[in-house]
């Protein structure tokens, strides 16, 4: 029987979510803060105190590490188990307070360094799961960081678990702590050689039992426009400013559709995330999602079009239209391999656990390790709320996600 503590992992989370580790947007260095590597070294430290002596942490704060295979056969794949150390950079992470509210009894829990902020089952139903049992919340002015280091306590404890048990027989375990996820940058300096897997599974979901073999396919979009720029003293019938011109494109996009606040399920969208510039030169950044290239296809399409025709109006100004490939969707890989998703439904269910297939509405490290070599689908933590002060997660979905792993790397042993 795998029994995994859902206090031992609430401490291990605790003792990890206390560090900062947010990771910077507008920073061009790897990592892109350097705080990201003080829990990548405490993690390095932690898995040679276990025995795994040929962990390993990189300049760029990336942490390997391999449990060797202790089973006869020898053709098992190498399976590597993935989480970021990074949390977002949406909502503070500095001073993070954790607290384990051990026995959650329904009512609703009004966080104590901002009274304003109150968690209950009416803002976050899937609270009523985990009455009489353990719960994490932070304290109220910043977000907890269960953004990964859910995933990273689980594979942590995953890992204790097979060097304390021995005769749980599997192959090659690889284990990867990324930093940057959140920026997009996750796997920009990995080394995939170094690694050495052949599978690979993220630990970065949300609810316990859920399955995530699809994303978003993403772009990146800037319009540039150029005005007409002269003295404003002389500039009647001569000026077109820039900036109002990047004003009228944004009020030409659709109110009601095509934007994230009003698409959900498999409905993509086009977002603005920046406008930035002056009279003479102005440029609106946006990101583009859809699950189908055909998609992404049509969204630029439609995007360039808008843009054009609000352009026309104004006499004398021009605009360049610029895309750029971010990430596709994992399952155009995932559907060529599918035993790596169908092994992970198996492991979910081994863990009593109702498996939940389902499409994010966003992308993981995974999407791009599956286009670099090595399929990857996305595996429940737990977390709830993410990237906010009410984020919290329930200590039996980490123990459960930690269980998840050992029963899917015995898995792969059985039918190899």
């Avoid at 960081?145 to 021995?166: C, H, R, T, W, Y």
């Avoid at 630029?300 to 104004?314: D, G, P, S, W, Y």
């Avoid at 994992?330 to 009593?352: F, S, T």
């Amino acid at each position: 029987m795998i029994n995994i503590s859902p206090d031992s992992i609430a401490d291990r989370f605790m003792r990890y979510v206390q560090i900062d580790t947010q990771s910077e947007p507008t920073s061009t260095a790897h990592p892109t803060t350097e705080k990201q590597k003080d829990l990548s070294k405490l993690l390095h430290r932690e898995l040679l105190g276990m025995g795994i002596t040929n962990a390993t942490t990189d300049e760029y704060g990336y942490v390997y590490a391999t449990i060797p295979g202790n089973s006869d056969k020898k053709n098992i794949p190498a399976i590597c188990f993935c989480a970021h150390v990074d949390t977002a950079p949406d909502c503070s992470g500095s001073n993070v307070k954790p607290i384990h509210h051990r026995y959650y009894d329904g009512s609703d829990i009004v966080l104590p360094d901002d009274n304003t902020q109150v968690l209950s089952a009416s803002n976050s139903p899937y609270l009523k799961e985990h009455i009489d049992h353990g719960i994490i919340t932070a304290s109220g002015l910043t977000l907890l960081g269960a953004d990964d280091k859910s995933g990273v306590a689980a594979i942590m404890e995953a890992a204790l678990f097979f060097i304390q048990n021995p005769a749980v027989k599997h192959g090659d375990i690889k284990i990867l702590f990324t930093p940057d996820e959140e920026v997009g940058q996750g796997t920009a300096k990995v080394d995939m050689q170094k690694l050495g897997a052949q599978f690979g599974y993220t630990l970065d979901g949300g609810e316990a039992g859920s399955l995530e073999d699809e994303t978003f396919s993403a772009d990146g979009a800037v319009i540039t426009i150029h005005g007409v720029i002269v003295h404003p003293g002389y500039a009647k019938d001569k000026l077109v400013n820039a900036l109002k011109v990047a004003g009228a494109v944004l009020d030409a996009l659709p109110k009601n559709e095509w934007s994230p606040e009003t698409t959900e399920k498999r409905e993509g969208f086009v977002h603005p995330t920046a406008v930035n510039g002056i009279a003479e030169k102005a440029t609106i950044q946006f990101i583009v999602r859809d699950f189908t290239n055909e998609g992404l296809a049509a969204h630029h399409n439609r995007l360039k079009a808008i843009a054009e025709n609000v352009v026309a109006q104004f006499p004398g100004a021009t605009m360049e239209y610029a895309a750029q490939e971010q990430y596709r969707n994992m399952k155009e890989v995932l559907n060529k391999y599918p035993h790596v998703a169908a092994y992970a439904e198996e492991a979910i269910q081994r863990a009593d656990l109702i498996m939940k297939k389902e499409s994010i509405r966003g992308g993981t490290d995974g999407s791009r390790f599956s286009y670099i070599g090595m399929p990857c689908p996305n595996i429940f933590t737990g977390m709830q709320n993410i990237h906010s002060k009410l984020e919290w997660i329930g200590t039996k979905d980490m123990a459960k996600a930690a269980e998840t792993i050992v029963h899917l790397s015995m898995i792969w042993e059985e039918r190899s």
